[in-house]
């Protein structure tokens, strides 16, 4: 087991280096005009350009400047040239709001997908499956941004039966408000990957109802509900909660960008949204890097406990 | 992945084992077979219907450009006025509210915050997000198939530095990547040495979306190859001394043709939604281009006054993505019954 993490936690550090040089050459390399005037942003003066192209060492070699990148992503300075904020600083003010986001809505995701895959499995092509798999179209269809808007206005700005927006810290409004402001925004992010879920739970589930371990619990005699939560579903949950990490860290590392700028929630997503509008490249860089993070710490994690919970995979 | 081996029902008429096989429903063809499915379905037609609404309408822009609203998607109208019922309107009024739906030729749907004609704007967006979609699905499922083929026929190193690759590029989320790489060529534009790109370039976004999503499509079609190379009409090839590209174009290629065609709507759809959000954040569709994902962005600005704005685009974004969400699903159930394409690319995920 310990050479298994070993491995494993090897195999992610070599990850993370080709994913910092994936997003050094979508910055540096692909563009094809002077990486220091778009670094700049709209309308800098030709000595900002001159600090920034010394700074970021675009007069050095391809391998300094990656150096540089690094150092700067990394060691807290980066700042926007936009509106010189501290772009480590905004991330961290932003992390606890993104954080909340994240519980309500993967819980939401988990138990939503789960029970509504479990409820089209055991009873195939009847009319609650026919439902479930309505349901799960057009929640992956709808665009979140529209949803989210729409909720927002009609919902909480014209009706007053949510929170129109915003975010209410624990300290400030109570756990009560602070749930209460997350709630509709969880809602419209879960909706998407509820459907997704809840098709994967649903194929996985008739698979494993129709495996020779649940024929063997039937015939032990085990209640309905013993044989299909105890058996079937155990195992038929695991690569949905493979999915349902992933998309974890994709909402921790500032995915929920849409969802976060529609709610006005004021999160890394939203950072991001708002330092694109102005074509802001160091926060834009700082988030792409935090959520790949994100995604291959989790990805290595899941393996991990995998790893744990099945002993075939050590090998 | 083992998975793969499972493949027993996937040879496609046209394929080379099609002379003997048995006749079953997979003789008919797979076009055949997709459209049946459609045409029996009412879920199939529907969405067939909504579909050849919103692209025929978006092909007529130009028409109803010249000769009903007479107007361009990029006239600006802000201080003009129009007559309706019999009264001097203003298009923009003094603090700012657009006019509504008129339902006359111009202003059909009403104006946005410049004096711009909804209606106008919405059929030439959705012709830009139709466009943009279009070039990125077919890179896509070109770019994924090329990968995966490569990937699975050769296997050994080749594949090795395919599949990292592919890791390293989901170890991005997919919506950061398109964002980063929208927001690095939105200024300067993309030179690929042989074909350069302005910033404002339709294919730019087009480009992203395509190479965003190509994992999607490389790992079930690399899972499905290394399957198809064990089977025995490859076997047959090969001893009788084909090369591998013969193999390739006469045994593999036509075996993908299920899976590309279960593929092809559920990637449409994505890119679509992909291009709607892009462009909602700025990072698509450069202004004054219009596309959906914009033209709902600009209408958010003015949701308070003018809802309509958002409301439209945006049950028009959402028809198209459902309608080919549903037709996906129906062909995968006519084509693919037992998931096979789709459990490849989850397993690879």
């Known amino acids: 087991m310990i050479g298994f993490i070993i491995r494993r936690l090897g195999s992610m550090v070599l990850v993370l280096f080709a994913v910092s040089v994936l997003i050094f050459v979508i910055f540096n390399v692909i563009p094809s005009n002077d990486p220091a005037v778009r670094m700049a942003g709209k309308n800098p003066t030709p000595t900002q350009i001159e600090a920034i192209r010394r700074d970021w060492g675009f007069d050095k070699p391809v391998t300094t400047q990656y150096v540089r990148m690094i150092e700067k992503t990394f060691n807290g300075e980066l700042i926007s040239y936009s509106n010189r904020q501290n772009v480590t600083e905004r991330i961290k003010e932003g992390l606890p709001r993104t954080l909340s986001l994240t519980f309500f809505s993967s819980l939401f995701m988990l138990l939503g997908g789960i029970l509504l895959g479990m409820l089209g499995a055991l009873k195939p092509n009847s009319k609650s499956d026919r439902a479930v798999n309505a349901f799960a179209v057009t929640g992956i269809s709808l665009p979140v941004f529209w949803t989210g808007s729409l909720a927002s206005y009609y919902l909480g700005s014209k009706a007053g039966v949510i929170p129109a927006g915003g975010y209410v810290e624990i300290s400030e409004g109570g756990v009560l408000q602070w749930f209460w402001h997350l709630l509709a925004p969880s809602i419209v992010i879960s909706l998407l990957f509820i459907g997704i879920y809840s098709r994967v739970v649903r194929g996985d589930l008739l698979d494993a109802l129709r495996a020779d371990y649940v024929r063997t619990a039937e015939a032990k005699g085990l209640s309905r509900r013993r044989v299909v939560v105890r058996h079937a579903l155990r195992n038929a949950l695991i690569p949905m909660i493979t999915l349902w990490g992933l998309d974890v860290a994709i909402t921790l590392g500032g995915g929920a960008v849409l969802t976060e700028t529609v709610f006005d929630l004021d999160g890394v997503g939203a950072y991001l949204a708002e330092s694109v509008q102005t074509l802001d490249v160091p926060p834009v860089l700082a988030i792409t890097m935090f959520g790949a993070i994100a995604v291959v710490v989790m990805n290595a994690l899941v393996d991990i406990l995998y790893a744990y919970l099945d002993p075939r995979i050590r090998l | ?349």
Do not use: C
């Open chain 2, 1 to 349: 992945m083992a998975e793969a081996t499972q493949l027993a029902g996937a040879p496609s008429a046209g394929a080379p084992v099609g002379a003997d096989a048995p006749p079953d429903s997979a003789q008919v063809g797979l076009w055949r077979a997709a459209w049946r499915a459609i045409r029996s379905s009412w879920a199939g037609r529907l969405s067939l219907l909504a579909l050849i609404v919103v692209v025929g309408s978006s092909l007529a822009a130009p028409l109803w450009a010249n000769h009903v609203a007479h107007t361009g998607p990029f006239s600006n109208h802000l201080s003009d006025q129009i007559r309706l019922h019999g009264q001097l309107t203003d298009v923009v009024s003094f603090d700012g509210v657009p006019i509504g739906p008129t339902f006359q030729g111009r202003f059909f749907l009403g104006a946005d915050g410049n004096g711009r004609d909804i209606m106008v704007r919405l059929l030439y967006g959705g012709r830009n997000s139709l466009q943009i979609s279009l070039v990125a699905t077919i890179l896509t499922l070109g770019l994924g198939t090329l990968l995966g083929l490569v990937a699975g026929f050769f296997r050994g190193w080749v594949d090795s530095v395919i599949s990292r690759f592919l890791d390293i590029v989901q170890s991005t989320p997919i919506i950061l990547l398109g964002i980063a790489l929208g927001v690095a060529t939105a200024l300067g534009g993309v030179n690929l040495g042989i074909v350069k790109f302005a910033g404002d370039s339709l294919m730019i976004p087009a480009l992203i979306i395509g190479f965003i999503q190509m994992v999607y499509v490389a790992r079930p079609i690399r899972g499905i190859v290394l399957g198809l190379r064990e089977r025995p009409f490859v076997e047959a090839a090969r001893s009788q001394g084909a090369t591998s590209a013969r193999i390739i174009r006469r045994e593999i290629l036509p075996n993908l043709g299920t899976s590309l065609l279960v593929l092809a709507p559920i990637i449409f759809a994505q890119t679509v939604s992909y291009e709607a959000a892009l462009s909602f954040l700025g990072a698509g569709v450069q202004a004054p281009n219009a596309s959906w994902g914009k033209i709902i962005s600009e209408g958010l600005d003015v949701l308070i006054s003018a809802p309509h704005l958002t409301v439209i685009p945006g049950a028009v974004l959402a028809v198209t993505v459902l309608s080919l969400n549903l037709l996906g699903d129906v062909v995968r159930e006519a084509i693919d019954p037992r998931g096979t394409v789709l459990a490849a690319q989850k397993d690879e995920r």
